[in-house]
């Protein structure tokens, strides 16, 4: 018997496309090491979010008429959660893509930085994950409107410094995911 029966030359086989490039492999790492880490930063001001704000505190405006109900209280802590919860999905889905990757690497140990991946899955993963950070973004601001809400005055009560903040707030976050969306879905495409 012939040995290539015993043992198949797997660079003839058909099968999913994988990324082989040793480069991809270690910026793909670096990537998702990234948006981990951006992602914990996004974690802790959700908890300090949550814990500078009390059901029942008085606003700065010195009107009772603009201070937040147990309403806005309850959206932020909603918001807040809900948050958490994305950032947890993109933070876990970008482990488990590292951990796929670097179970891989482990495989070959002449090449550290180069796994056999699958790029669609990888693509995937990696889109997914960041979706998961721009949709815990979003809940990210509209809780921090409810604690400028609570801390400075209701919108509706037409406090200047709370719409200043909030004006802030909104274009800058909604400036900087157009951004981060667009370059995300550009390496998606490309």
Do not use: W
């Amino acid at each position: 018997m012939d040995e290539s029966e015993y043992y198949p030359d797997h660079r003839t086989q058909q099968g999913p496309t994988y990324d082989t490039s040793p480069d991809t492999t270690s910026v793909h790492v670096t990537a998702l090491d990234g948006l981990v880490n951006v992602n914990s930063l996004f974690t802790i001001a959700v908890f300090v979010g949550l814990s500078l704000t009390t059901p029942g505190q008085r606003s700065l405006e010195n009107r009772t008429s603009c201070d937040a109900g147990i309403d806005v209280a309850r959206k932020l802590l909603v918001f807040e959660v809900v948050s958490f919860s994305f950032f947890l999905f993109s933070s876990l889905v970008a482990q488990g893509l590292k951990l796929a990757i670097n179970i891989l690497n482990s495989k070959d140990a002449d090449e550290i930085f180069k796994a056999h991946i699958n790029s669609k899955v990888l693509r995937v993963g990696m889109l997914g994950s960041a979706l998961g950070s721009v949709m815990g973004c979003l809940f990210l601001m509209l809780s921090m409107i409810n604690v400028i809400q609570i801390r400075l005055g209701m919108l509706s009560c037409g406090s200047k410094s709370a719409v200043q903040a909030v004006a802030a707030l909104v274009v800058l976050v909604t400036s900087a995911l157009l951004v981060y969306l667009s370059t995300a879905l550009y390496a998606f495409l490309h």
